[in-house]
Structure formats: C-alpha cells, structure tokens
C-alpha cells in the first residue's frame, strides 16, 4: 500500500513538471502546446549529448555533472521552446485557436523525427545513472535517487510557484492570463511575458527529460509522446491553467496508474484512469482547482 | 452566367493539377512493371517499419536484407542478374502497410522479404497473394499469419507456440514452481504470452502466479514491478522487447525482486543488458533461436556487418538477411522469376543454411523445427546455457 | 464534391462583385468537378498502388467531412474521432465474420453501434466546454483503442482479419478499382449529405452555438440536444467510415486506431477551412496524400511534413479553403464597413481580411472559456 502509494507520487511528480509548462501556456495563451512532450525528449537528447562528449566520468563526480548539465538543458530547451514559439506560434496569434493546434502537432512531428534523423531511431542508454542505496521508509522501498529527484521536482516546482506569485513577470502573467487585452493596455509588455513562459515551461520539460534519462537510464525518440499525453490530462484533472492545479494533477494521475494497475492489471490500466478522468469531469467540470468562469457574453 | 464554362473547365484544371501529382505518383513508381520479366535486375521488396516506435527494429532488418544483396549482386547476383533491393516504410500500421505493400507490387517486386508487425503485416497478404509473389517473413509469427494457410508465404522465424514450448520446456527443467508472464499487449508479445500461459496449464506443475500487461513505449513500470513482487513468483518471463525489458530488468533488481527472469526473442539485444544497466541483466535467460553470438564461426559476419553499418547487429538481423538469401537461392533453384515456381522451389527446399539451422518447411510453411534454445547474459553477453536437446 | 455550404444561407456580400477567382471558388459545378475528377482519375493511372492510395485518401475525406460536423459546424474539439471509427470497423469486421454477411448488410449495426458510442461518449460529457471536452474525448479514443486491443471478440492486438470485400446485387466490387468507384459514390453521397446538413435548420443551430452558445441557448436552442446531434451524426459518418475502411484493408487491428490518426483528420478539417465541406475535402486529400508522396523521404518524411504544417498554418491561419463569414456578422451595416471594400483582389484577400475579422470572434469565445489561471 505505502509502496504503491510512494511508486504514484514518484510518477506523478514527473508527470506534473511536465504538466506544469502544459498549464502554464494554456493560462497565457490558451494553446494546447502538443510540441510539449517532445521538449521532454529534447532534453533527454540535449543532456545526452552533453554527458557523452565530456566522456567517462568519475563516480563520484556524477551528481555534480548531471546537475550542471541540468542547468545546461535547462537553459537550451528553455531556448529552443522559444524558439518554437515564434517560428510556429506568433504568427499566428489571434488566429482561431485550432489553428494554432496544428502547428503544435506539425512542430511535434518535426521535433520527433528530427531528432531521429539525427541520433538515429535506436534508444540510447543515457551515460549517467542514478543509483544508491534503498531505504525501507513506512514498508515501501524508496531509493536514494528517487529521493533526490523528488527534491528537485518539489524545489522546481516551489520556485516556480514563488516565481509567479512573487515577482512582477509573475504578475505580469497571471494577468495575461486574466484579461490579455487588458494588460496590454495596462502596459505589459505581453510579448516579452508570454516569452518567458514559453522558456520557463520549455526548460521545466527539458529538466525533467534529463532526469528521466538519469534515472531510467533509456531514452528515445518517442519518449515524449506519451508522458505528453499523461501530463495533459494531469494539467486537466488540476484545472488547466491553474499551477497549483498541475501539480496536484500530475500527483493524482501518478496514483490513479498506480492503484489501477493493481486493481485491474496493467492491460486495464490506462483505460481505468482515462475513465475516472470522465466520470470525475462529469462531476466537476472544471477540474481540481479550476474556477467556474461565469461566461461573458 | 457567361462565365460558367470557362470556370467549370479552370476547376477542373486546377483540381486536374492536384490530381495529377497523384498520377505520376502512381505513373513514376508503376512506370517500370517489366522489372519482373526476363531482363534487368530481380527486384526484392520488403514492407518493414522505417518510421514509428519500431523504427529500430527495421533499421536492423532493412540492414541485414542490404548486406545479403550487396553479398549476393558481389558475386555475380542470381541468374546473371543483379539483385534490387526496395525497402517500403509501413510503421507498423496496417493501413499504411497495404498501401506500401501495394506499392512494392506495382514496382514489380519478384519475392516479398519483409514483416515484421504482425498487425500490419496481416493485410499484406492477400495483397502479394493476388499478385502471387511469394513472400517470405523474417520476423513477424503470429499465429494468424500461419492461420490464413495461403500458398505464397513462409515464416522463417519461430513461431509463438514453438518459443513457448521451450520456454516450458526450460522452466519445467530448471524446477521453477510459480511464473510471473509480463506482455507488452501488442500481438507478438501477447501471443507468446497467451501460448505460454496455456501450455503450463496443459502440463500442470508450475503455477501461474501473474498474467498482466504493460503499454510500450514508457519509462517507468514501477506498477507492473509492485504487481510482481508481491506475487513473488519463482521466474518472471517476459515476452515484449528489448527497450522495455531493460527497463523492468533494471527495476525489479531495484525493488529487490530476488527469482529468475527470462526474455523471449524480441528482448536478445546487447541493448537489453546496457539498459538494465551495471550488472543488472546477469544471469537473465532468453529463449532465442540460434544468433551469430551463439553459433561458432559467425564473429566474422558481425564483424563485417558492424563495419559495414557502423552498429553491431540486432534483433532480426540475421533473419532478415537469411530471408534474402532464401530468396536468391529459391530463384536459382526456380530458374525463373515465375511466382509459382518460386514458391514451388521454396517448399520444396531442404537443408538450406540458415543462422538458425538447417531449414525444412513444414506443409503449413513455417519452420519445421523453431530451434529455440536458452541463453543466459553472462558478463554482459548472451551466452548459450541449454540447447534443450 | 458538394454544394457550397454557405452560398444559399448567407446573404451575398454587398458591394464590389468578388473577382473571377473568387467566384469560381464559390460555383456550385464545383463539386461535380471534383466528383468528375475523383471518377475519370482510374483511367488516367489504373495502378494497384494508385488505386489503394486514392481509395484511402477517399475513406479519410468521409472522416474529415464527418468531423467537420462537430469541430467545424458546431465548435467541438473532439480528439478522439477515430473511436468512432474503430466501432464500426469492428463491428462491420465481427459482425460480418460471426454471420458470414456481406459487408453491406452490417450497416444497421454499423449505424447503431455509433449512435450507441455517440450517445455514450456525448451524453455525459457534452456540458463541458472546450478543452475539457477534447482531453475527455480523447480519453474515450483511448479507452476504445485499448479495450479493443484487450477483449477476444475483437481479436486482441492482431485484430480481425479476412473481412470480406463489398458486393452489390451479386457483384464483386472488391477489385481494387470497382471498390474505389464504390468508395467514391458512397463518400459523394455522404459528403453532400454533411455539405446539406450545415445548411439545414439544425446546421444553422450548430453555427449558432458554435459562435455563442451563451445567445444560442437565450434565443431557445436546446443546445445540449443540438451538440448531442452533430455528435451523433459525427460518428455516424465515422462509423461508415470504418465500415469502408475494414472492406478495403480486410484487417483491422487497433494499431490503426492510435491517437496519432485522431489529430491526422484534425488537421485535414482545419488545414482545410474548418465548416468549409470543399476546403474540408482538399485538406483531407492533402493529408491523407503528403506522407505518401514523401514515402522516399524515409525518415525525414515526418520532419518535412511537420514543416509543412506549420507553414501552412502560418501563411493561411483560416485553412485552405476558408468558409465565408456567416450572416449574423453581416446585418448591420456598421460591421459590415469594412467588409465593402473588399473582395476585389482574389480570394487571397478575402481570407486575410475575413480571418482578422474571425479571429476576433474566435479569440473572445476563447477569452470567455476556461480563463482559469
């Protein structure tokens, strides 16, 4: 029980680093960013590259190493999501929102296949691995390594959340998110926020992508597909749009797979949490701590 | 209203324009249908999946076929005629399959070499079929592809129920009591799975202890992980492929899970051991047909195949490469591009080399023995432990 | 392939005559054209490659046009339409192997499997809005996948296979050929019949709720009900769609039915002009035929198709094919000021012109949904 509950948390914690760039773009711009994942698997890549050309590193300097290159990936995924947006996205704002849809799934195909053409469509095995000792913590077996990335996803995660509570970018996006038009005319600079968006939700990816790499130890070109998938659906089951929501989705959703696979066996699964998905969207419309919008007309 | 005419005829020009596109498609790739006649070169198809989740995988057979063909044409190709290889994407998806499968035949393929998805290799059959172009699979084994019991098509890869005999076979010999089967819910896997799973029941013994599947294509199978080791079975026998069974090698050693493991042929991959990562994968068994690592003598083949694509080999390379030799050798016996005769020439075929042993096909045209044998990961390779003979 | 949708509804625009172009676009002969093409094409490139793309490239035009109902008429983003698909590809697949029936007589149970499916995925979740309906629409794509992939009556991951061809009257039309004729007249049919449907009484409710359903649900539309009914008439279309599908790949398995599909018809019905049944039509054809012609690309074929998605997308934000603007825009004569002057310079401009006019509909029903950040 502890045991599925701490695996449910360790899942959904990367589940809600990657929904939060999802909700956070949405809560701006109100795109459905597709390309998402893919920035995930980029920073696998990126983190990749960077570990193997540095070459055999000690032991001991691993978790040094993989944090510098965290920071790196960031930093680049963070860049390259910009990039996207202003290639394949500015052009086309206050297009119908559809539209813009699909130039997300076309920078999804070009991102995927792109980095297959490139690194060729074999899985790699990441250079770094995360290991160490386990701990028996309440009858579940939790490891030293699943600790420390908890930490990082949580310390990321409160940051960003202090981020946009406490700064004025923070603000600055918060009100984007209220009332576009508005802001604009109250001054902000609406380029430039939805910009940083787009960096911080791109780098949140790529962290979690090289932590991904790090700790399963395989990474491919597909790899982000799916989790993309999952981390919507988090970022819906929280409300989309709402951080706090995303985070609580991504946790929530690691727990439904957990339980679900238990209960009904692994073939099930996914089918057992896309249902409780519609039953509880059924029920409250609008997610965890999504907010009833009265429709203006 | 005056413009009506000249508008309808423009329409037309425009769309007759789009159209056309799709014509010389259609002209281009049909423009050669003679290739099959009497001269020029013999033209081998193979449907494979370049593109998808299984890109890797048809990347090691598309290789393999490759090196056969440039081997062969080297020494004078088959009835003075060079061989050309065409290799068609289908990604694994059924539809696109037919259509690459339709392709391969308006491009005048002689034999069919490819399949490897056995979900989307099922609808090119009675493709090649109508065509009478004989097709021989390297990879793709499920039980309904034997089913369909059609003239022109021959498995050279084990089927499901022949790897499920020797795994019972093994596990019935080791003294395993309880099993954990672990399928990845596509068709290969499950059939595996399924067969196996009915051939322990059949014999009795050895107790089932967990049937569950997991979806491909994840990193974190934790659940599936959980799910096993509180059923603590004796042997976890997993029957998906090599990138998700690194992962749950790697994690079930991480969760403490103490019993055996053992990996069907899809997981037998130098990959499968990097990814379960430091010395993780020791002592897992595989059921697998014979492989250059196992047969003596066939360092020189990888050796030449690394150098040549600059990877070692993978899973079904040498099936697909032995596929493209059959073929050759089924023209030279045929003495004719002639689909009938080659596919007479191929039943009739008896003791040809292949990596997997001497080949005899069985009136249902698969192989007459799998040849299936247990290997173990011993510092970090894939050794043969038991012949099961 | 159809009648233009919007052509007996909406006013003609006021002011300046549209140019030849224009007009060409907007001419009724046009669907007949485009039938005439889809017919004399065998003749010009008799094939069995040619014949197999074109047939499905036919199949995906009914699906794009089935979606066009409910994304394009009605303003629902659905992202799991290849579910209803699935249905009845499955239940033409089993129904026709269980009993030995010719493929044709499973359209009874072909129809009321997607009505079922319809009302099943529709009913409870058709309150929600927006995006929550795609992820939970999604959802059920998903979940129909997998339970396919699971149960035994649908034949588990490899699928069903050996579904017989079409036959009509004691004749085989499973040839290649004949069965791409077939395609051809039934897709017609069924493509007029959408084109028809968004001109109807009920396609005039579905436009309403899909600009404002706040006004539409004041003016007295059961709007619930009228959602409920493009949905269901969705995966009717979906449903036939599948039935096609599995007469012409006589296999089905649910590695066809993959979400990847679901987004593929998506971007036929907006690359096209979403409501528009001819920009539907076109970008259902460019969809379904852009991967094939780059097949040689080998893996690249992906990289450039994405490239070209976005391209499109950035230079014709509206689609191909954009539909007209619709008539309630056009009353008062303040708002149609600047729509007067134009339409002189080719159907370019109109696009431009019309799709800063639309976005700023489409942006402030965006603004009202879902702001909840």
Known sequence: MTQLLWNGLFVGSFYALIALGYSMVYGIIKLLNFAHGD?????????????????????????????????????????????????????????????????????????????????????????????????????????APQIVLMVIAVLLMLSLNSYIQRTSMGRAMRAIALDPKGSLLMGINVNKVITWTFFIGSALAGAAGVMAGAYYGKIDFLMGFIIGLKAFTAAVIGGIGNIKGAMLGGLLLGLLEAFGSQWLGGEWRDVFTFAVLIAFLTLKPTGLLGERVTERV | MKLRIPKVLAVGAVAAALMATTGCGGILSGGDENASGDSGPIKIAAVIPLSGSSAPTGTYMKNGMQMAIDEINAKGGVLGRQLQFDPEDEACDPTQAAAAANKAVSNGAVVSVGGYCSGATLPTLPIFAKANIPMIIPAANSQELVNQKLPNVFLINGTGAQQSAAAVKFMAKDGVKSVALVDDNTSYSKDIAAQTKKDLEAAGGIKVALATSVTAGESDYSSVVHDITGAN??????????????????????????????????????????????????????????TPDTIKGAETWIAD????????????????????????????????????????????????????????????????????????????????????? | MSENVDSSTAPRL???????????????????????????????????????????????????SG???????????????????????YTAGIVSKAWELPILFTIPAVLLMTVLAGLIIGAPTLRLRSDYLAIVTLGFGEIIRLTANNLTITGG???????????????????????????????????LGSARLGKSRLGRAWRFVREDEDAAEAMGIHTYKVKLAAYIFGAMWGGIGGMLFAAHLSAISPQSFVFL??????????????????????????????????????????????????????????????????????????????DQDDGGSGPGAHGRKRSRREHRKVTSSGQERGENA
């Not at chain 1, 770094?128 to 939790?142: P, S």
């Not at chain 3, 094939?47 to 793309?53: G, P």
């Open chain 1, 39 to 143: 920035l995930y698997m980029l920073g696998a890549f990126i983190g990749y590259a960077m570990l193997s050309s540095v070459g055999v590193i000690p032991a001991s300097m691993s978790i040094t190493a993989l944090l510098i290159v965290l920071l790196l990936t960031m930093i680049i995924s963070g860049g390259i999501g910009v990039g996207i947006e202003r290639l394949a996205y500015r052009p086309l704002r206050g297009s119908p929102r559809l539209a813009v849809l699909i130039t997300a799934v076309g920078a999804s195909f070009t991102l995927e296949y792109g980095v297959s053409a490139i690194a060729g469509p074999n899985p790699r095995v990441f250079p770094v691995r995360l290991q160490g000792e386990t701990f028996d913590i309440l009858g579940a077996r939790v490891s």
């Open chain 2, 233 to 290: 079975p004796d042997m976890v026998y997993w029957t998906g492929y090599y990138q998700e069974g690194g992962l749950i090698i790697n994690q079930l050693k991480a969760a403490g899970f103490k019993g055996k493991i053992m990996v069907a042929d899809g997981s037998v991959d130098a990959s499968l051991i990097e990814i379960a990562g430091g010395t993780s994968a020791e002592g897992v068994f595989a059921t697998m047909t014979q």
């Open chain 2, 305 to 389: 195949y690394t150098k040549k694509f600059g990877s070692a080999p993978g899973p079904y390379s040498t099936q697909s490469y032995d596929a493209v030799r059959l073929a050759a050798e089924a023209i030279t016996k045929a003495d004719s591009t002639d689909g009938d005769k080659i596919i007479a020439a191929l039943a009739a075929i008896d003791g040809f080399e292949l990596f997997s042993g001497p080949l005899k096909f069985t009136p249902e045209h698969t192989l007459s023995s799998g040849g299936f044998q247990i290997l173990v990961v011993k510092d970090g390779k894939f050794t043969l432990h038991d012949d099961l003979s």
């Open chain 3, 14 to 64: 006021i002011g300046k005559p549209a140019s030849v172009v224009s007009r060409l676009f907007e001419s009724k002969q046009l669907g007949w054209a485009g039938f005439a093409i889809a017919v004399i094409f065998p003749f010009l490139v008799a094939n069995n490659y040619a014949m197999n793309i074109a047939t499905t490239a036919v199949i995906f035009i009914l699906l794009a």
């Open chain 3, 67 to 89: 979606l066009n109902i409910v994304v394009g008429y009605c303003g629902l983003l659905d992202l799991g339409y290849i579910a209803f698909m699935a249905v009845g590809a």
């Open chain 3, 157 to 191: 991951p490899s699928g069903i296979y050996g579904i017989p061809g079409v036959e009509l009257f004691g004749l085989d039309l499973s040839s290649p050929v004949m069965f791409y004729f077939f395609c051809v007249v039934v897709v017609s049919l069924l493509v």
């Open chain 3, 261 to 338: 599909q679901s987004a593929l018809v998506l971007m036929a019905v907006v690359l096209g002009g979403m409501g528009n049944t001819r920009g539907v039509v076109v970008g259902a054809v460019v969809i379904s035929l852009l991967p094939e012609f780059l097949r040689d690309m080998g893996n690249l074929r992906y990289v450039i198709f994405g490239v070209v998605l976005i391209a499109v997308m950035v230079l014709r934000p509206q689609g191909f094919w954009p539909t007209r603007a619709y008539e309630p825009e056009k009353a008062g004569p303040d708002r149609d000021g600047h």
